[in-house]
T-cell receptor
Framework: KNQVEQSPQSLIILEGKNCTLQ??????????LRWYKQDTGRGPVSLTIMTFSENTKSNGRYTATLDADTKQSSLHITASQLSDSASYIC???????????FGKGTRLSVIA | ETGVTQTPRHLVMGMTNKKSLKCEQHLGHNAMYWYKQSAKKPLELMFVYNFKEQTENNSVPSRFSPECPNSSHLFLHLHTLQPEDSALYLC?????????????FGQGTRLTVV
């Protein structure tokens, strides 16, 4: 069964610190992996999309990595800001015309 | 703004009411989606429309009825809902289904069934 598992479920960090969120998936065949940021009460906003051949992709202070062999991805946030407080959702798209598979998300709280 | 607009943002309805959610996208996309997001659960795909044709109905109860009059507009008609249907309903669009392209989400409609 296609699944996406994220860890930790929630995380609290101090402003200015770095953090790393994890995503493991069992989706096969694999097309691409996406990270979304979702502020409370709002829709998800895309941060990165990575295909099979991409190992890392950055978007400002956000850096995503992908290991397609171990089926793992991580999202690293550098020098966190209060505005980074949100849920971060890992999403995997199977190959072909198949729906996206969503993780439950990691709830990140950045505190002063 | 993502280019996908949902209205209303909040909706409270009784179990005997009929209401509709609206989604509009100005991105020239051909695929539109309805998702349900409940607390502590992954997003659940409900319906997919590709070039105005429904291509996916993910075993959604008939009390939810989608309508896609054109590629830019998507509706979700609601009737005789249950309290467990309370959730955030998200609309999304993409260039087409199956592509490695961005999916853009609306802000969602927070639905409360009383």
């Amino acid at each position: 069964k296609n699944q996406v598992e994220q860890s930790p479920q929630s995380l609290i960090i101090l402003e200015g610190k770095n953090c790393t969120l994890q995503c493991n998936y069992t989706v096969s065949p694999f097309s691409n992996l996406r990270w979304y940021k979702q502020d409370t009460g709002r829709g998800p906003v895309s941060l990165t999309i990575m295909t099979f051949s991409e190992n890392t992709k950055s978007n400002g202070r956000y850096t995503a990595t992908l290991d397609a062999d171990t089926k793992q991805s991580s999202l690293h946030i550098t020098a966190s800001q209060l505005s980074d407080s949100a849920s971060y959702i890992c999403v995997v798209q199977p190959l072909g015309n198949t729906p996206l598979v969503f993780g439950k998300g990691t709830r990140l709280s950045v505190i002063a | 703004e993502t280019g996908v607009t949902q209205t209303p943002r909040h909706l409270v309805m009784g179990m005997t009411n009929k209401k509709s959610l609206k989604c509009e996208q100005h991105l020239g996309h051909n695929a539109m989606y309805w998702y349900k997001q409940s607390a502590k659960k992954p997003l659940e795909l409900m319906f997919v429309y590709n070039f105005k044709e429904q291509t996916e109905n993910n075993s959604v109860p008939s009390r939810f009825s989608p309508e896609c009059p054109n590629s830019s507009h998507l509706f979700l008609h609601l009737h005789t809902l249950q309290p467990e249907d309370s959730a955030l309903y998200l609309c999304a669009s993409s260039q087409r289904t199956g592509d490695v392209t961005e999916a853009f989400f609306g802000q969602g409609t927070r639905l409360t069934v009383v």
